[in-house]
């Protein structure tokens, strides 16, 4: 145990928490919010795949099963009237990569329950003036749609009232009983009540939305990739302890191995630092005395003529 003390210490002790916590994250939060994502988008898709094969039915069918379940997208009937000077604006819709409205109006039914319709989008291409919005055809009508949930409020953007119109930012049957002052009957769907959304050349049809497309999406990949993360960081984790170990133990087994002994070589004999000339051992005998250099005979003045003019001595 005490090979793994060095864990204890402040730098390795973070990296622990870090690792920790980014594959607890990973299992717990990003790969299922994608796994998620995945389940819901396909569920989606075979609602609408379903919705596609099967025959539509009369809404109130739907509204006389407060239970039902999954009828989002289900194709629906209804015989009624549109209710004048009930038309609500939806904003910040975008038709052909332009600016549009959504067009909201009630449709009441024989027996008195009243639902909401979308009506489809209606295009503003400057962006800053609102299109000219034609009435609802007067009279009974029958219409045919698909069934949607209501979408919920947006913290923080409230009704207003604008260029002569109502407007919301959002398709919520409650709040929107609040600003027609009409209660709205949602329509079964197993969450939020939901509305009828108006499809192609119906009575007082705009451009409806398109059907999403029938593609799951790359959440199933992106989860799968996050559960591989949350996987290898441990991994790597025990991988860095490891090296660490056994970088130790190398160290430690460098530490313990004896030293090799240097030979000894023959006795130093000092030399002369310029010429390499053994010095002579010193001797316990004092030095002899040098030989005394003779003195030369003192040179006479013939001496110094003849080395002058080359004459020889006399």
Not at 2 to 23: D, K, N, Q, Y
Not at 245 to 260: A, K, M, V
Not at 294 to 301: E, L, Q, S, Y
Request: glycine share 10%; net charge neutral; hydrophobic share 35%.
């Amino acid at each position: 145990m005490r090979r793994l003390t060095f864990l204890l210490r402040p730098s390795w002790a973070i990296l622990a928490i870090v690792v920790a916590a980014f594959a607890y994250l990973c299992f717990t939060v990003l790969a299922p919010w994608q796994l998620g994502k995945n389940i819901s988008t396909s569920h989606r898709n075979n609602l609408i795949a379903d919705s596609v094969r099967a025959a539509p039915v009369e809404v109130t069918t739907l509204l006389n099963t407060p239970n039902a379940k999954d009828t989002e997208w289900r194709r629906v009937t209804a015989e009624g009237s549109y209710v004048p000077g009930s038309t609500v604006l939806q904003r910040l819709q975008r038709l052909d990569d332009k600016p549009a409205y959504g067009v909201l109006t009630e449709f009441r039914l024989p027996d008195g329950r009243t639902l909401l319709v979308d009506r489809g989008l209606l295009g503003a291409p400057d962006g800053a003036h609102l299109p000219v919005v034609a009435a609802a055809p007067p009279g009974a009508v029958r219409i045919e749609g698909r069934v949607r949930k209501s979408e919920g409020t947006i913290p923080g953007k409230e009704p207003m009232t604008e260029n002569g119109y109502r407007q919301v930012y959002s398709i919520d049957t409650t709040q929107l009983s609040t600003v027609l002052g009409t209660p709205l009957t949602g329509i079964p769907t197993g969450g939020p009540g939901g509305y009828v959304q108006l499809g192609d050349g119906q009575p007082g049809a705009f451009t409806p939305e398109a059907l999403p497309q029938l593609d799951a999406g790359p959440y199933l990949s992106y989860g799968l990739q996050w559960i591989a993360f949350g996987v290898m960081a441990p991994l790597g984790l025990g991988y860095f302890v490891y090296a660490e170990i056994r970088e130790r133990r190398r160290e430690r087994g460098t530490g313990e191995t004896p030293s090799t002994p240097v030979p000894a070589g023959p006795p130093h004999t000092p030399t002369d630092s310029t010429d390499g000339v053994p010095e002579p051992a010193p001797t316990d005998q004092p030095p002899e005395p040098a030989a005394a250099t003779p003195t030369p005979p003192p040179r006479t003045n013939a001496d110094r003529l003849a080395d002058r003019y080359g004459g020889a001595r006399r």
